[in-house]
């Protein structure tokens, strides 16, 4: 190891600057393990006992020293700082709530599925064409009638359905077909079906309908009779329902420019509508009755041959 040369200049403070900071450092070190003061602390160590001894008795207000300090051991302190604690909490009062707590949130429902149909298949248009029907409202009770059907497309195979009952058919040509409806088909008000078809319907066409409405009836109530209704001059009285007069018709005459008597006696009175041939009868009644009314006359009395005066 190379020697320090004190004569040099530089050499000589290092060495000075050394000292220095080695008797610096002894000081800090001093002062950190054992101070600067007098006398040397004391340090007290505490046992630990199993039953701790009593502390002493603070003093009562009005004794003779109230202010004299209490003298604790250092054993009791050392007790005070590892004895449990106790603790007492205070009543919690939660804070008031911002918002309703019973209000829960409620899922919106999910949206309807949409079910996409697929076209239902158009229906193929019927091979016959079915234009129209002649004629188109009839009355009921009528006689037979004459049934034309227009259209197009018809065959000699294709026949008048008329409400699901054939008809014998008269094939004119591929645009025009006739058949008799009888009078029993359309006895009641109401629409009949109309329909061209072949028997194994492989051919038929677009349905029509024919309108059977009720027929006019007499606006007379049969009333009385006069004379022997077997005899052919024999009276009926019926009386106006419009306006409560009394007429007397005989048999084959007209009555109300429609109808006419072709049966008279006393029980019924039957009429014939002239234009559509339809029958129609009358039971005897007694009418509705008015002060004017030769019904409302009192019958005489018949007095008996022997009866005294």
């Not at 006895?187 to 024919?210: E, K, W």
């Not at 009285?237 to 006419?260: A, T």
Request: hydrophobic content about 35%.
């Amino acid at each position: 190891m190379q020697a320090v040369d004190l004569t040099r200049p530089g050499e000589r403070k290092k060495l000075i600057w050394a000292g220095i900071l080695g008797l610096a450092a002894l000081v800090v070190l001093w002062w950190a393990l054992f101070g600067f003061g007098s006398s040397s602390p004391s340090t007290t160590q505490s046992r630990a006992t199993a039953t701790p001894a009593p502390a002493q008795a603070r003093p009562r207000p009005g004794t003779d020293r109230p202010n004299q300090a209490e003298t604790v051991s250092p054993d009791i302190a050392g007790l005070a700082m590892i004895r449990p604690i106790e603790y007492e909490p205070s009543s919690y009062s939660a804070p008031e709530a911002k918002r309703n707590i019973f209000a829960y949130y409620v899922p919106p429902p999910p949206p309807a599925r949409v079910v996409s149909e697929a076209p239902a298949t158009p229906t193929p248009p019927p091979p016959v064409l079915l234009a129209s029907v002649s004629p188109s409202n009839v009355f009921a009770r009528s006689a037979d009638f004459k049934l034309e059907a227009t259209g197009d497309k018809f065959t000699p195979a294709t026949k008048i359905y008329f409400e699901g009952r054939e008809l014998p058919t008269t094939y004119t040509g591929p645009q025009q077909l006739s058949a008799t409806v009888p009078a029993s088909m359309f006895a009641a008000p109401g629409s009949r079906n109309v329909i061209v078809r072949s028997a194994d319907n492989s051919l038929y066409s677009n349905p029509l309908t024919v309108s059977v409405a009720a027929p006019p009836v007499p606006n007379y109530l049969y009333v009385g009779i006069i004379g022997e209704y077997t005899r052919v001059g024999d009276t009926a009285l019926v009386q106006d329902k419009s306006n409560k007069n009394i007429l007397s018709v005989h048999r084959g005459e007209p009555l109300g420019g429609r109808f006419r008597v072709t049966s008279i006696s006393d029980k019924e009175l039957v009429l014939i509508d002239t234009t559509l041939k339809i029958k129609h009868t009358l039971a005897m009644t007694e009418g509705e009755r008015n002060p004017g009314n030769p019904l409302t006359r009192p019958t005489p009395r018949v007095e008996a041959e022997d009866d005294e005066p």
